[in-house]
């Protein structure tokens, strides 16, 4: 890792999409550094919670029809629509602390070995869609430049959407952001160590191996915003 981290201070990860450069983190994060000092007894919800966690190949959620970020059905934001569906859902699945705990083991543990316990890319990205839209209220998403900008650009359903380039986009732009909301220069240094990483994968074209890090991404976002104790 510190081999290859001379060989990419000098220029941008993805230079025709955003300027956000490994020195660039660098500064943020030494800015943000010296600036430091279980389930209801509804029937109806009980079966909701009984389908699988998996999405398929055209991004559907909790096998909802027509749901996922591109879906016409989908209304990001409505109380109308499959979005809204799929939210209930999830809002559900991580409504005890003992659940969310789970979920942040599972995606900040993920490795080689443990691809039965990976969490579907479709469900991370609504997990942290929904605590960045909570985030706005709460001023856990960062404030003005951060994970607010990130729902934005993911519920336009165009940058993130591609196989390869697209989770890439998305761990360097939730890296980007990470010193707005990091408590610790551990977790700092960590994401970093993960930015690199995803472009090794994106350059060797690791679909899976960006799979698992852009999860334990979305588990260090989720740490340092209180998921635990607040919740979606």
């Known amino acids: 890792m510190l081999i290859l981290l001379p060989l990419i201070l000098s220029f941008h990860l993805f230079p025709s999409s955003s300027s956000f450069?490994?020195?660039?983190?660098?500064?943020?994060?030494?800015?943000?550094l010296s600036n430091r000092s279980s389930l209801s007894s509804n029937p109806k919800k009980t079966s909701i919670m009984s389908m699988s966690s998996s999405s398929n190949n055209n991004g559907?959620?909790?096998?909802?029809?027509?749901?996922?970020?591109?879906?016409?059905?989908?209304n990001?934001?409505?109380?109308?629509?499959?979005?809204?569906?799929?939210?209930l859902i999830c809002r559900t699945k991580y409504q005890t602390s003992d659940s969310r705990v789970d979920l942040l083991e599972r995606l900040l543990n993920v490795d080689d070995t443990t691809d039965t316990a990976r969490i579907p890319l479709e469900e991370i990205k609504l997990i942290l869609g929904l605590a960045w839209q909570k985030g706005r209220w709460d001023k856990s998403d960062g404030?003005?430049?951060?994970?607010?900008?990130?729902l934005s650009l993911m519920a336009a359903a165009d940058r993130y959407e591609s196989d390869v380039a697209g989770r890439a986009a998305f761990v360097e732009d939730m890296a980007e952001r990470f010193h707005l909301i990091a408590d610790s220069e551990e977790d700092v240094d960590g994401i970093m160590d993960l930015y690199?990483?995803?472009?090794?994968?994106a350059i060797s074209k690791d679909e899976m191996g960006l799979d698992r890090i852009?999860?334990?991404?979305?588990?260090?976002?989720?740490?340092?915003?209180?998921?635990?104790?607040?919740?979606?």
């Not at 990001?76 to 939210?87: I, L, P």
């Not at 690199?196 to 994968?201: R, S, T």
Request: charged share 15%; hydrophobic share 40%; with cysteine.
């Open 214 to 232: 852009v999860g334990r991404c979305a588990g260090l976002v989720l740490k340092a915003m209180g998921f635990v104790d607040s919740g979606l």
């Open 76 to 87: 990001w934001g409505s109380a109308v629509g499959t979005g809204h569906d799929c939210a």
């Open 60 to 74: 559907e959620i909790y096998g909802i029809p027509n749901s996922g970020w591109k879906s016409p059905s989908w």
């Open 143 to 150: 404030g003005p430049g951060g994970y607010g900008d990130v």
């Open 196 to 201: 690199v990483d995803a472009k090794m994968c």
């Open 21 to 32: 450069s490994i020195s660039a983190t660098t500064i943020g994060r030494n800015a943000f």
